[in-house]
């Protein structure tokens, strides 16, 4: 009996065949977080990455080296996983959609990243929904972007409806001389582009919202973003806001990934106005830059509950277990080493929790790594943040 | 000037060549753990194990399979790490000892190693720095046990000085009737043997001290250890004591690291009396499952300040960020898979921190993964604890 037994074992003896194999399109820095999230859990993870060396496939051993925009390799991936899940929104719906017909689970699903990885018809099902948005059109040339300023104003945003991230495919049009200018920056003509109404926020929220595959929904706290140059550069949690504003975001949030049909975590972000109005600015279906906070911060992280909303496991609790927290991004400044600098110095700030994601290159304005604090007041948290950021460099000390 | 500089970055451009190189011996939990925060630090983790399929080994790529027994493996793994650890106290110290004669930086040293992992010489080196330890003797024949027995009285301690761990390598002499059967248990006359005073306690405590290669130290709070079968069961922390007790426990976990040379982050377990006497039972030369517990309830986990201590870096904040924690192991019943079966129902469980270790097999006794709870009480950790504990099982559910 017992030898039966550890023949049976014997023959299930690779890891392949014991897990939960989730495959994750990507192998970033939020892949990477996605995986550490993963493995406690006992979940097997396989990346699909171009790069050998990327931050998240050096963790996943059995990762898949290749090209997403090949339908060779994406099936050949996803033959090998339960699930499969993307930490970008770039990956093209129509081959997601192919892998959902040859009966693969898909997570978020390829009609969710369609709607949403085009900024138009993402901004247009929010507003169909009834969520607050700013208003937008699109435009098919520079003369349509002028007649948008006779009905929206100046300064308009001019954007590409795909493949935008970090302030690249937006373009802030000033006046109608500097039309052509931001035609031709965004490649107007070439790529398809809309314009939106400036919004004068006195400040930028986010909310991460995880689904699960059954609609249930964890809504993280809402916190405020500061970008420096179009990238998210700090993160407070919680904004200091109003109970009222702060339902009014999380609900605002929580609506937009129903209404996208969204499945994992997700991160809405939005502006507030000094009389306070909330738009959604946008949504992005994966885990986000302004949920790092939540690996320490909350009782369940945006990245351990987006593994357990694609594999449809019950959500974890979203809640702060500290009063506050302080995210601060790390970006490169020049071609470089991703290896760090200073780092024993950034140490040696109580409190500073360092992440660093372990990339083969730096780059100018690159993600590198981030450092979190808890605290019991943000001022408090914001000065150890900046102190144990302004130590860390990548390539040559500024 | 690009072009030189991309060039000379692409020399470099293998992981193995701008990473700090940690090499551990051993690939199992303990390892796992500690390669988790050595990541985030940008920490490349070497693993020596003999099975490939270790839990610590499949997050490290560049690990080596082999056996630390044999010379020329060690050689090879040293060559390749910038710093060399062990997750078990049960490597020879002599086989340390050549690493570090040729040159390879080995902490804890092989000397801490070679005083811990003999209990005896361990014992002797705390009671000649004054610290409380059970009465003890070494003993040669069965005969020497009877007449220990007339001095400390029954029952009475014998144990193996060397490779013993959770009840291995103990057994309870509870009358002279007793004394030939615990000889025979513990390979008396082959294996060389001890004796120890029994200790009436009231609880057992437990302390993580990391200390760094500059003598700093981090002394994290005590806790109380619950043992079943001689396995930690559960941990409670901070143990429920009195101010005064606490602050010699720590203390008495502080010296005792001290005493032994120890670099890196160590177990050590206590007895306290009903009359608040306290004792050391023994210390464990490496991250301990009495600090688990650490990896969310504390600022700085036990895992994290080991790769701190080892590298040379400052030590992080061992304070709790939590009122309470609770820590409770998950065991193998059976010869079965390493897969946890139940685990969507212990996730139902808000607060239960789940960690699965990945091991390919499960067995009787066999660790398997722990749960963490963080909450404002332990009664209240304990009872989610044990209920998400509950619905986690390997193999056939009891």
Sequence with gaps: MHETLDSAIKSLATPKNFSVRLGIIGGGQLARMTVMAALPLGVEVIVLEKNPG???????PDSVIGDWSDPETMQRFAAQCDVVTLENEFVDAQALKVLEGAGHKVFPSADCIALTQDKLTQKQALQNAGLAVPKFRAVKTAEEVIAAANDFGWPLLLKTRRNGYDGKGNFTVRAESAVPAGWQALGGGVNELFVEAFWHFSKELAVIVTRGRDGATAVYPVVETVQRNHVCHVVKAPAQISPQIALQA????????ETVGGVGSFGVEMFLSATGDLAINE??????????Y?????????????VRAVLGWPLGNPLMVAPTAVMQNLLGTER???QPRGLENALRMTGARVHIYGKMFSGPGRKMGHITVLENSLEEGLVIAERAAQEIYFGTKL
């Excluded at 939540?294 to 987006?306: G, K, L, M, V, Y």
């Design 54 to 60: 990327s931050p998240a496939a050096r963790l996943a």
């Design 250 to 257: 999380r609900n605002l949030a929580a609506r937009a990934v």
């Design 283 to 292: 949504l992005a279906p994966r885990v986000h830059n302004s949920g790092h």
């Design 294 to 306: 939540t690996i320490e911060a909350c009782d369940c992280s945006q990245f351990e509950n987006h």
């Design 336 to 338: 470089a080493s991703g």
